[in-house]
Each structure stands twice: as structure tokens, then as C-alpha cells.
């Protein structure tokens, strides 16, 4: 079975500052890999994936996740964050779909708290 | 604009009420899901639906139906056998493409409490 690990609850930083994010992730077979936002009372926005090749994704808005295969990780990095990026972050895993049907097993979410 | 929508946003309910949240798509996907989310949990997978007509139970489907008569729509009720129901309910859909990735995307949610 897979898990994800987001070990950071919540992670606080001053605007402007570089921020990373912890996801380990447990699984026998080869993965997809998801960083997902949700702001406040809101639903989740896909932030960045990683499906194959290239082992670092990025975002349009500055984010950037790597893919480490030996150290099951994908975590999440941004070199200086906005007041914006104030949310809550979920890392995601899926199987290599055999069917039409992907799993997303879910983190627990870690809040980034960006301060002036 | 395609999307997906669900009614209400804040629904509050008293204990031993069966409630139904809404939950329409016009994005044309064959799947739709259903997740709760609870503060310091993340997301679980109540109940999913591939295609019109037929839906399976998720990892936490005890004391919740579903139904999907129509490809748009997949409203989940919460029962009063659901033992904690306060929580916020997230909907999701997706192409069901074999051997491919399907992007599931979300609604707002609808956050329920049990008074």
C-alpha cells in the first residue's frame, strides 16, 4: 500500500525567504507524484506533477519539486516566497494507471504561513 | 466556463439528519470522487464512480451513499450512521483514459457541520 509522509505540519517563514516542503512517499511500483494547494475554505489546485522524465517540475508561479527515487522524497521548494503563497500544501501519490482509475493517496498537508 | 460546482458551501445539519451534498460537472469526465478532508488528515476517499450508473466504495465509505444517474452529477449523502460527519467535502472529477494519466480536478468543497 502507499503512504505519504509530509512531516512539517505547518511551516512558517518571512516573505521574501526560501521555503521547502517535506514529502516521502512509500510504494512498491513506480509512482505519479503531485503537489496540490488549497487556500482557505477553498478546493485543491494542482501545483505541479511529476509523471516521468525530467526529475525536477516546476510551476508557474516559482515553485519547483524534485523527484528522488533513491531517497523517496519529492519535496517542494520555492527560492522566496510571497505573502500570497499563504496556504496549505498537499503532497499526493498515485500508481502508473493501468486502468482509467489513479488512486491519489494524500499527505496530511503542511500550512505555509508567509509573514511581512 | 467548465467546472465544478457544489452546493452549499456551509451546511449545517443536527445529529441523526441524513443530508445530501451536491455535486454537478460540465467538464464532461467519466469519474467523479468524493473526498473528506479534516484538519491534520488530509484527504480520504469516501466513494467513486467511473462511469453513469455504477460506483465503488472508497477507504472510508461507512455511513455514506451515493448515487449517479446522470454523467454531470454524483451527490453523496451523509448519513446518520457517519459517526463523525463535520468535516469539509471535497469533489473531484477526471477522464478515465486507459494507461494514462487523468488530472482529477476539484470543486470548492462543501463544509459541513453536525450540531
Known amino acids: 500500500a502507499q503512504s505519504v509522509t509530509q512531516l512539517d505540519s505547518q511551516v512558517p517563514v518571512f516573505e521574501e525567504a526560501p521555503v521547502e516542503l517535506r514529502c516521502n512517499y512509500s510504494?512498491?511500483?513506480?509512482?505519479?507524484l503531485f503537489w496540490y494547494v488549497q487556500y482557505p475554505n477553498q478546493g485543491l489546485q494542482l501545483l505541479l506533477k511529476?509523471?516521468?522524465?525530467?526529475?525536477l517540475v516546476e510551476s508557474i508561479n516559482g515553485f519547483e519539486a524534485e523527484f528522488n527515487k533513491s531517497q523517496t522524497s519529492f519535496h517542494l521548494r520555492k527560492p522566496s516566497v510571497h505573502i500570497s503563497d499563504t496556504a496549505e500544501y498537499f503532497c499526493?501519490?498515485?500508481?502508473?494507471?493501468?486502468?482509467?482509475?489513479?488512486?491519489?493517496?494524500f499527505g496530511t498537508g503542511t500550512r505555509l504561513l508567509v509573514s511581512p | 466556463d467548465g467546472g465544478i460546482t457544489q452546493s452549499p458551501k456551509y451546511l449545517f445539519r443536527k445529529e441523526g439528519q441524513n443530508v445530501t451534498l451536491s455535486c454537478e460537472q460540465n467538464?464532461?469526465?467519466?469519474?467523479m470522487y468524493w473526498y473528506r478532508q479534516d484538519p491534520g488528515q488530509g484527504l480520504r476517499l469516501i466513494y467513486y464512480?467511473?462511469?453513469?450508473?455504477?460506483?465503488q466504495k472508497g477507504d472510508i465509505a461507512e455511513g455514506y451513499s451515493v448515487s449517479r444517474e446522470k454523467k454531470e452529477s454524483f451527490p453523496l449523502t451523509v448519513t446518520s450512521a457517519q459517526k463523525n460527519p463535520t468535516a469539509f467535502y471535497l469533489c473531484?472529477?477526471?477522464?478515465?483514459?486507459?494507461?494514462?494519466?487523468?488530472?482529477?480536478?476539484f470543486g470548492p468543497g462543501t463544509r459541513l457541520t453536525v450540531l
Open positions: 473531484a472529477s477526471s477522464t478515465v483514459w486507459q494507461g494514462a494519466y487523468n488530472e482529477q480536478f
Open positions: 510504494s512498491s511500483v513506480s509512482v505519479y
Open positions: 511529476y509523471l516521468s522524465g525530467s526529475t
Open positions: 499526493a501519490v498515485s500508481d502508473l494507471p493501468n486502468t482509467g482509475f489513479q488512486k491519489l493517496v
Open positions: 467538464l464532461n469526465h467519466d469519474a
Open positions: 464512480s467511473q462511469i453513469v450508473n455504477d460506483f
